[in-house]
């Protein structure tokens, strides 16, 4: 009789087991079935202060679908006036600092897309980020385009940022990406997505990633002058002088015409978040000397 339970009991855990692997087996997404041809995020700028015009990837209908996001599109249609500030941190060059005592005087928030090198450079001023109770999410670790890598190409970089980023300074990464150089595919969007994170593009931009070949500042606040729009989110580099400078003077006209600064987290929301969970993120480890920031 014992023998005949036991038979019966192995059984139903042979039959359980193929069945959670069954399960398992058609969670694995097959990527191949998205299409990985490589498109440079573009916008169709409007002077009359509506949403702008985006290029669309071969086999995306709506960025939305990949929880993807260039502006806040509610915002838009309702005619809001909310901006919300995002600054990519591939390398330091002197500016950061200024730019979140700017931040900090002004009581504005924003998001950092940093790289490993950034973090590996400048643990302290990551870690200030987020203490000052901005956002900070991944750009990947080398900034290649994302559509030249493999999946499990695109996998490490963007785990191996994370990585580091907890290592270094005890936070754990905000799941918020910007693909490098605006490079994506519908297989990328599909990835970075799977894994968790919302992928951010953007709605006004500049050519203000050259240090020695700035655009100066009133080029800069005229551009904000121009195309602003409700639900707008400009891409600003850290490396950019004329950015800096231009900033007070942005923040000031923007409130100026009635927007307010908000955080990208208040629009787009991930798998667990709560309103207030986002920057209360504790640290767990302690931080070696080996790992202080250079002075």
């Not at 692997?21 to 058609?26: E, H, L, Y």
């Not at 643990?123 to 493999?150: A, D, F, I, Y």
């Not at 490396?239 to 003077?249: F, H, N, Q």
Request: charge should be positive; aromatic fraction near 10%; include cysteine.
């Amino acid at each position: 009789m014992r023998r005949r339970v036991f038979t019966i009991f192995l059984a139903f855990l042979l039959i359980l087991g193929s069945s959670q692997n069954s399960v398992s087996a058609k969670k694995k997404t097959d990527y191949n079935k998205y299409s990985n041809t490589k498109s440079g995020f573009g916008l169709s700028l409007n002077k009359e202060h509506k949403k702008p015009g985006c290029s669309i990837a071969q086999g995306v209908t709506k960025l939305s679908d990949y929880n993807a996001y260039y502006c806040d599109t509610k915002s838009a249609k309702k005619k809001k006036k909310i901006i919300y500030l995002t600054f990519d941190c591939g390398y330091e060059n002197g500016n950061t600092k200024t730019i979140l005592k700017i931040l900090k005087k002004n009581k504005v928030k924003a998001i950092f897309f940093v790289t490993e090198p950034y973090i590996k450079q400048n643990p302290k001023l990551v870690k200030r980020m987020k203490k000052e109770g901005h956002l900070v999410g991944n750009h990947t670790c080398t900034h290649p385009q994302l559509p030249t890598k493999s999946v499990s190409q695109i996998k490490k970089e963007v785990k191996q940022c994370e990585k580091t980023m907890k290592e270094l300074t005890g936070y754990s990464m905000d799941k918020y990406i910007r693909p490098p150089q605006g490079s994506y595919s519908e297989r990328t969007l599909k990835v970075l997505q799977d894994m968790g994170y919302a992928t951010m593009f953007w709605s006004l931009a500049w050519k203000d990633w050259e240090p020695s070949n700035q655009p100066g500042k009133s080029t800069v606040v005229n551009m904000f002058k121009t195309y602003h729009h409700p639900g707008m989110m400009p891409l600003i580099h850290v490396i950019s002088k004329s950015d800096t400078e231009a900033l007070p003077e942005i923040i000031k006209y923007m409130k100026d015409k009635g927007y307010k600064f908000g955080e990208v987290s208040d629009f787009v929301k991930l798998p667990g978040q709560t309103k207030k969970s986002k920057n209360k993120d504790k640290i767990t480890k302690k931080i070696t000397t080996s790992n202080k920031d250079k002075k």
